[in-house]
């Protein structure tokens, strides 16, 4: 168990209004990922983080911002939300290294109307 | 342009039938290909971890095989509990991940 929680679990929304999405270590882990999860794609990463404050963008990072003000927290917003928004959303760890095997949390399903 | 596919798709299954799964990439520069294993409504839960053409690494009822061009995850005589989507991700200077493959086993 690599001690990652997401919060909320499920969300509903209305277009137009801000989301943030938290992610939660209990581990001083450098590397943190968002991904969203979509019928037909593979999970495909938002953004991604090295290190307090130190974060870069992934291949479906417009609409999506990010901030990592401690090590254990990550957190993803969506500034005006869509219904394309709309997926199922992981952050992960990465034990190891950039890009080695990932550890991910359970997820928060959103839903934008 | 770097791509994962898997084959096939979905995989219904007898339980003790064994079978492959598909991995094939096209990517320059590999630098390691994963297993995930994701129940649903769940994250996706780390298996192996391949490196190099020629490596094998098992647990259990899996085999996780590469090739050059390709990995297999063998199944030998599964279980309903094996019943899952089985991811695979290759490495390069990022991470790409297939679609997967939905694998039910029958009592």
């Known amino acids: 168990d690599a001690g990652i929680t997401q919060s909320p679990r499920h969300k509903v929304t209305e277009t137009g209004t801000p989301v943030t999405l938290r992610c939660h270590q209990t581990?001083?882990?450098?590397?943190m990922y968002w991904y969203r999860q979509d019928p037909g794609h593979g999970l495909r990463l938002i953004h991604y983080s090295y290190g307090v404050k130190d974060t870069d963008k992934g291949e479906v990072s417009d609409g999506y911002s990010v901030s990592r003000s401690k090590t254990e927290d990550f957190l993803l917003t969506l500034e005006s939300a869509t219904s394309s928004q709309t997926s199922v959303y992981f952050c992960?760890?990465?034990?190891?290294?950039?890009?080695?095997?990932?550890?991910f949390g359970p997820g928060t399903r959103l839903t934008v109307l | 342009e770097d791509q994962v596919t898997q084959s096939p798709e979905a995989l219904r299954l007898q339980e003790g039938e064994s079978s492959s799964l598909n991995c094939s990439y096209t990517?320059?520069?590999?630098?390691?290909l994963f297993w995930y294993r994701q129940d649903p409504g769940k994250g996706p839960e780390f298996l192996f971890t391949?490196?190099?053409a020629g490596e094998e690494k098992e647990k259990e009822r899996l085999k996780a095989t590469l090739t050059k061009k390709e990995s297999f995850l063998h199944i030998t005589a599964p279980k309903p509990e094996d019943s899952a989507t089985y991811l695979c991700?290759?490495?390069?200077?990022?991470?790409?991940f297939g679609t997967g493959t939905r694998l039910k086993v029958l009592a």
């Open positions: 991700a290759v490495r390069t200077y990022k991470y790409i």
């Open positions: 990517v320059s520069g590999l630098r390691g």
């Open positions: 581990e001083n882990h450098r590397y």
């Open positions: 391949l490196y190099s």
């Open positions: 992960a760890i990465s034990l190891s290294g950039e890009y080695n095997e990932q550890f």
